[in-house]
Protein backbone atom coordinates (compact mmCIF):
# COMPACT_ATOMS: atom_id res chain seq x y z
CA UNK A 1 0.00 0.00 0.00
CA UNK A 2 1.25 3.30 -0.91
CA UNK A 3 2.17 5.97 1.29
CA UNK A 4 3.65 9.04 2.65
CA UNK A 5 7.50 9.67 4.16
CA UNK A 6 8.94 12.19 6.67
CA UNK A 7 12.00 13.61 5.34
CA UNK A 8 14.59 13.31 8.21
CA UNK A 9 14.45 11.68 11.68
CA UNK A 10 12.74 14.36 13.40
CA UNK A 11 8.99 12.72 13.69
CA UNK A 12 7.58 16.48 13.78
CA UNK A 13 8.52 17.37 10.16
CA UNK A 14 6.85 18.95 8.20
CA UNK A 15 8.25 17.83 5.21
CA UNK A 16 5.29 15.84 3.41
CA UNK A 17 7.00 13.29 0.76
CA UNK A 18 3.55 11.62 -1.18
CA UNK A 19 4.58 8.68 -2.90
CA UNK A 20 2.66 5.64 -4.39
CA UNK A 21 -0.24 5.07 -6.50
CA UNK A 22 -3.88 4.82 -5.53
CA UNK A 23 -7.40 4.02 -7.22
CA UNK A 24 -10.13 6.36 -5.99
CA UNK A 25 -13.61 7.11 -7.57
CA UNK A 26 -15.12 10.76 -7.16
CA UNK A 27 -18.44 9.77 -4.98
CA UNK A 28 -21.84 11.34 -5.87
CA UNK A 29 -21.09 14.87 -5.25
CA UNK A 30 -17.87 14.97 -7.02
CA UNK A 31 -15.82 14.59 -3.97
CA UNK A 32 -12.04 12.99 -3.80
CA UNK A 33 -11.16 11.49 -0.80
CA UNK A 34 -7.36 11.65 0.01
CA UNK A 35 -5.52 8.52 0.78
CA UNK A 36 -5.30 8.49 5.12
CA UNK A 37 -1.52 7.99 5.24
CA UNK A 38 -1.52 10.98 2.82
CA UNK A 39 -3.20 12.99 5.36
CA UNK A 40 -1.66 11.95 8.41
CA UNK A 41 1.58 13.28 7.11
CA UNK A 42 0.20 16.84 6.10
CA UNK A 43 0.20 17.35 9.56
CA UNK A 44 -2.35 20.29 10.66
CA UNK A 45 -2.88 21.27 7.34
CA UNK A 46 -6.37 21.28 6.05
CA UNK A 47 -5.89 22.77 2.78
CA UNK A 48 -4.48 21.92 -0.65
CA UNK A 49 -3.89 23.49 -4.04
CA UNK A 50 -5.21 21.88 -7.06
CA UNK A 51 -3.57 23.71 -10.54
CA UNK A 52 -3.86 22.30 -14.56
CA UNK A 53 -0.44 20.53 -15.29
CA UNK A 54 0.97 22.74 -17.75
CA UNK A 55 1.90 19.68 -19.92
CA UNK A 56 0.10 16.76 -19.09
CA UNK A 57 -4.05 15.79 -18.74
CA UNK A 58 -3.79 15.72 -15.04
CA UNK A 59 -3.98 17.86 -12.02
CA UNK A 60 -1.28 18.73 -9.74
CA UNK A 61 -1.79 18.86 -5.66
CA UNK A 62 0.13 20.95 -3.30
CA UNK A 63 0.33 21.25 0.33
CA UNK A 64 -0.06 24.97 1.56
CA UNK A 65 3.63 24.95 2.54
CA UNK A 66 5.12 23.27 -0.65
CA UNK A 67 2.77 25.78 -2.36
CA UNK A 68 4.21 28.58 -0.55
CA UNK A 69 7.80 27.79 -1.43
CA UNK A 70 6.92 27.84 -5.38
CA UNK A 71 5.31 31.50 -5.02
CA UNK A 72 8.41 33.02 -3.16
CA UNK A 73 9.60 31.99 -6.67
CA UNK A 74 6.99 33.71 -8.68
CA UNK A 75 7.56 36.87 -6.14
CA UNK A 76 10.78 37.66 -6.69
CA UNK A 77 9.73 39.00 -10.24
CA UNK A 78 9.69 42.68 -10.72
CA UNK A 79 6.11 43.91 -10.88
CA UNK A 80 7.17 45.33 -14.43
CA UNK A 81 8.08 42.07 -15.54
CA UNK A 82 5.22 41.50 -17.76
CA UNK A 83 5.64 37.73 -18.55
CA UNK A 84 6.15 36.65 -15.11
CA UNK A 85 2.95 38.63 -14.04
CA UNK A 86 1.07 36.44 -16.75
CA UNK A 87 1.79 33.31 -16.07
CA UNK A 88 0.56 34.08 -12.20
CA UNK A 89 -2.20 35.72 -13.56
CA UNK A 90 -3.13 32.54 -15.91
CA UNK A 91 -1.94 29.69 -13.29
CA UNK A 92 -3.82 31.59 -10.63
CA UNK A 93 -7.14 32.11 -12.39
CA UNK A 94 -7.28 28.29 -13.36
CA UNK A 95 -5.72 27.17 -9.62
CA UNK A 96 -8.22 26.45 -6.77
CA UNK A 97 -7.76 25.96 -3.23
CA UNK A 98 -9.61 23.23 -1.34
CA UNK A 99 -10.19 22.07 2.24
CA UNK A 100 -10.92 19.04 3.31
CA UNK A 101 -13.83 17.80 5.44
CA UNK A 102 -13.75 15.71 8.47
CA UNK A 103 -14.11 12.68 6.21
CA UNK A 104 -10.96 13.63 4.01
CA UNK A 105 -13.03 13.92 1.70
CA UNK A 106 -12.12 17.44 -1.08
CA UNK A 107 -14.21 19.11 -3.91
CA UNK A 108 -12.42 20.36 -7.26
CA UNK A 109 -13.81 22.22 -9.17
CA UNK A 110 -15.41 21.15 -12.14
CA UNK A 111 -13.31 23.32 -14.39
CA UNK A 112 -10.58 21.64 -13.43
CA UNK A 113 -11.28 17.84 -13.43
CA UNK A 114 -13.29 18.47 -16.85
CA UNK A 115 -9.17 19.88 -17.44
CA UNK A 116 -7.74 15.98 -16.58
CA UNK A 117 -10.83 14.61 -17.95
CA UNK A 118 -12.09 12.89 -14.59
CA UNK A 119 -15.50 11.84 -14.26
CA UNK A 120 -15.69 9.33 -11.65
CA UNK A 121 -12.46 6.93 -11.43
CA UNK A 122 -9.30 8.98 -10.37
CA UNK A 123 -5.63 7.46 -9.98
CA UNK A 124 -3.72 9.36 -7.32
CA UNK A 125 0.24 9.16 -8.13
CA UNK A 126 2.89 10.41 -5.72
CA UNK A 127 5.10 12.88 -7.28
CA UNK A 128 7.05 13.54 -3.59
CA UNK A 129 6.54 17.12 -3.09
CA UNK A 130 3.16 16.85 -4.45
CA UNK A 131 0.46 14.78 -5.92
CA UNK A 132 -1.36 14.58 -9.31
CA UNK A 133 -4.56 13.42 -9.97
CA UNK A 134 -5.17 11.62 -13.34
CA UNK A 135 -8.18 9.84 -15.60
CA UNK A 136 -6.90 6.23 -15.07
CA UNK A 137 -7.11 5.77 -18.67
CA UNK A 138 -5.57 9.32 -19.78
CA UNK A 139 -2.67 7.77 -17.63
CA UNK A 140 -2.09 4.92 -19.13
CA UNK A 141 -2.26 6.34 -22.49
CA UNK A 142 0.09 8.93 -21.44
CA UNK A 143 3.00 6.65 -20.89
CA UNK A 144 4.36 8.44 -18.33
CA UNK A 145 4.42 5.59 -15.85
CA UNK A 146 6.32 3.12 -18.30
CA UNK A 147 9.26 1.57 -16.70
CA UNK A 148 11.65 2.20 -19.75
CA UNK A 149 11.28 5.72 -18.75
CA UNK A 150 12.80 5.59 -15.13
CA UNK A 151 16.39 5.80 -16.85
CA UNK A 152 15.89 8.61 -18.41
CA UNK A 153 13.96 10.51 -15.16
CA UNK A 154 16.54 9.32 -12.90
CA UNK A 155 19.51 10.62 -14.94
CA UNK A 156 17.69 14.06 -15.81
CA UNK A 157 16.76 14.97 -12.31
CA UNK A 158 20.42 13.80 -11.08
CA UNK A 159 19.74 10.97 -9.06
Given at each position: ?????????????????????????????????????????????????????????????F?????????????????V???????????????D??D?????????????LD????????????N?????L??P???????????????????????
Amino acid sequence: MAETVTIGTNPESTESVFVGTYAHALDPKRRLTIPSPWRDRVRGVRSLYVLPDVDEKCLCVFTVREMERKLASVGNHSIVDRKARQFARVLASRSDLVDWDSQGRIRIKDELLDHAGIKDRVTMVGNFKFFELWNPDTLKKSGVMVGTNLVDAVRHVGF
